[in-house]
C-alpha cells in the first residue's frame, strides 16, 4: 500500500531543500561581506593608531623642546 502522503510530503522537502539552499547562499554572501567590513575595519584601526602615535609624538617633542602651549 502506498503511502496517500508521499507526494505532498515530497513536495514540501524539496521546498525545504530550495529554501535551505538560498540560505546557503545568502550566508556566504553575508561572510563575504563580513570579511570586506573586517578588512575595513583593521585598515581603520591601524590609522587610528597611526594618529595616535603621531599625536603623542608631537606632544613629547613639544614637551622636550619646552613649546608646548595650554589649549585656549
Known amino acids: 500500500m502506498e503511502n496517500p502522503y508521499e507526494k505532498v510530503q515530497s513536495n514540501i ?14 550566508v556566504v554572501i553575508l561572510n ?18 597611526m594618529c595616535e602615535n603621531y599625536r603623542e609624538s608631537v606632544d613629547f617633542q613639544l614637551q622636550a623642546t619646552s613649546k608646548k602651549q595650554d589649549p585656549l
Open 32 to 49: 563575504q561581506e563580513l570579511r570586506r567590513v573586517n578588512t575595513k575595519n583593521k585598515n581603520l584601526e591601524l590609522m587610528s593608531q
Open 13 to 26: 522537502l524539496a521546498r525545504i531543500i530550495g529554501n535551505v539552499e538560498r540560505l546557503n547562499q545568502s
